[in-house]
């Protein structure tokens, strides 16, 4: 009797796993297809899903996310939407990001952020949130209110590139320079092979005064009205602002790293880019670590970047590091990371895990 009931059960259910089995293999291989930039072709699996279950939420979303990529950003809101109104609580929280994202595309900012108020209201703080606000603020030279938000995605989740580099760009933008320069360096560190790694360090090292600027601004991410937003392309002999900023006297930054500057014209004429890199950079985080004594106020730069670059400095790591953050720009860091696998790994296990 036993054995008949459970085939009977079997018989009854087996066509519902079958239908989510096979639901479950198409999204995969739609998800496969819009990794791979074939987003016309997940589309269609997806298309399928929906066929079998016109419900499935995360068919819908994929959808969404497909149509994204493509542009068409009114397919993009139509499927986001219905994911939103559907309240999955996980699926909601990456679609208000898709439509916020669609509805910036299409000029419409200030609905944009709404919208993404809205996701915090009715699913509370979340790092993506927080940095897609920043990311709209900062679309409409709103830099304060942008530094806001990316601090908060920030200390919310401190693996997210964007993150940092937006961070980087907005400190940049209000001439916080030597803020600026660490936030380059934690972006550098969570994504330092990509062409927009390129682009930073190049910023960076014309944020640091050891490259010119050059006559077009440096490129940057995110959006393409920021190319000609760079107000850290300064011409060397200018001065940088020097005024005592959350409690950094910046004119004993602009100090070392002209005296190191100097220093190395007078004693390494042969000196490279990369050597000055590590020089310059090393001066810096000298005087940020003397600096920072305990009388500073309490914010994330004294309480967060400077220790952890200080411990940097100090570890057995620091020549690592340099040539870590720079592969994208000097070959010869790439030469060297290649070369050297087995301390390029140890580097990793003790920036990841703490291993010291």
């Known amino acids: ?78 499927y986001s939407t219905q994911i939103i109104d559907a309240d999955d609580k996980n699926l909601s929280m990456l679609a208000y990001c898709v439509k916020s994202e669609a509805l910036a595309e299409m000029n419409q900012v200030d609905k944009a952020i709404e919208l993404l108020k809205e996701a915090i209201r009715k699913h509370g703080d979340h790092y993506l949130f927080h940095f897609n606000l920043a990311l709209n603020y900062y679309k409409k030279n709103d830099t304060g209110n942008a530094l806001s938000h990316v601090k908060k995605a920030i200390d919310l989740n401190k693996s ?23 936030s380059f360096q934690m972006f550098l560190l969570t994504e330092p092979d990509s062409q927009r790694s390129k682009n930073a360090f ?40 020097l005024t005592i900023e959350q409690g950094l006297n910046r004119n004993y930054i602009y100090h070392a790293i002209t005296t190191t500057l100097d220093s190395l014209k007078t004693h390494n004429k042969e000196a490279d880019l990369y050597t000055t890199f590590t020089e310059v950079n090393k001066a810096i985080l000298t005087v940020l670590e003397k600096e920072n004594d305990g009388t500073k106020e309490k914010n994330a730069f004294w309480t967060f970047y400077v220790p952890f670059f200080t411990e940097i400095l100090h570890s057995n790591y620091y020549e690592t590091y340099c040539r870590y953050i720079s592969v994208s720009y000097f070959p010869e860091s790439l030469e060297w990371w290649n070369a050297n696998k087995a301390k390029a790994e140890d580097f990793l296990n003790w920036f990841e895990n703490g291993d010291k």
Do not use: C
């Open 1 to 78: 009797m036993r054995k008949i009931y459970i085939i009977l059960l079997f018989i009854l259910f087996y066509p519902s796993l079958y239908a989510q089995n096979n639901e479950q293999k198409l999204i995969d291989e739609g998800v496969v297809l819009h990794d791979s930039g074939e987003y016309e072709k997940a589309i269609e699996k997806y298309r399928q899903v929906l066929s079998i279950n016109p419900k499935s939420q995360q068919a819908i979303y994929e959808m969404a996310l497909s149509y994204l990529e493509l542009k068409d950003y009114k397919k993009a809101i139509e």
């Open 160 to 182: 997210n590139s964007d993150a940092f580099l937006l961070n980087a760009y907005a400190l940049n933008d209000v001439g916080l320079w030597v803020q600026s320069i660490l």
């Open 202 to 241: 190049e910023e960076m090292l014309q944020t640091m005064r050891i490259k010119p600027a050059s006559e077009k601004p440096v490129e940057r991410s995110f959006i393409q009205q920021q190319l000609n937003r760079n107000p850290s392309a300064i011409h060397p002999d200018e001065i940088p602002p």
